[in-house]
């Protein structure tokens, strides 16, 4: 069965460090994979993906995502966190011929001053 | 255009009303979801709709309604709802209608739903 799980029900960083959240899937065949991110009372954005080629994906805001297929893990990550920052933050997996995202439960992301 | 507009943002309603969410996009975009979303958790599929038609209904109850007059539009008839249907309900597009697999949503801001 597919999956996809966030380890972290919430992650906290100061401003200016370097964040992860982390993203670990299980599916067959193979997967394309999503981060969203979603601001208090908004709708969810899209911020990058992975669907084939190089591992390293850079999207919005100057986030990137590693594609680690032998650990089958799509880990996002900024250099330097800002408090604009702070969301909900979801990884999705699909994969060919499916409507069908198979979400995370979602990571709280908090940034401090 | 890249975006999805969604109506009302916020609406009440009680068990007995009969009320519509709307969509809009002009992106160009062939499939069109409808998605419940419960507070700080992930979005949940209820419907899909590819080149107009409906593709996915995910068990979806019968007092939730959809329809997609056309190629930009996508409604959701709402009658008889549940407290427990009070929720965010979220409207998304994606490009090709024959399977969007590898591409992203778009989505809407939301409506916000509370029934009393």
């Known amino acids: 069965a597919q999956s996809v799980a966030q380890p972290e029900d919430q992650v906290n960083v100061a401003e200016g460090n370097p964040l992860t959240v982390k993203c670990t899937y299980s599916v067959s065949g193979n997967p394309y994979l999503f981060w969203y991110v979603q601001y208090p009372n908004r709708g969810l954005q899209f911020l990058l993906k992975?669907?084939?080629?190089d591992n390293l994906v850079k999207g919005s805001y100057g986030f990137e995502a590693e594609f680690n297929k032998s650990q089958t893990s799509f880990h996002l990550k900024k250099p330097s966190a800002l408090v604009s920052d702070s969301a909900l933050y979801f990884c999705?997996?699909?994969?060919?011929?499916?409507?069908?995202?198979?979400w995370g439960a979602g990571t709280k992301l908090i940034i401090k001053p | 255009d890249t975006e999805v507009t969604q109506t009302p943002k916020h609406l009440v309603m009680g068990m007995t009303n009969k009320k519509s969410l709307k969509c809009e996009q002009h992106m160009g975009h062939r499939a069109m979801y409808w998605y419940k979303q419960k507070a700080k958790k992930p979005p949940e599929l209820m419907f899909v709709y590819s080149y107009e038609k409906l593709s996915i209904n995910e068990s979806v109850p019968s007092r939730f309604s959809p329809e997609c007059p056309n190629s930009s539009l996508l409604n959701l008839h709402l009658h008889a709802l549940q407290p427990e249907d009070s929720a965010l309900y979220l409207c998304?597009?994606?490009?090709?209608?024959?399977?969007?697999?590898?591409?992203?949503?778009?989505f809407g801001q939301g409506t916000r739903l509370t029934v009393v």
């Open positions: 992975y669907i084939t080629g």
């Open positions: 999705a997996v699909n994969r060919d011929s499916n409507y069908q995202l198979i």
């Open positions: 998304a597009s994606s490009q090709g209608g024959g399977g969007p697999s590898r591409t992203e949503a778009f």
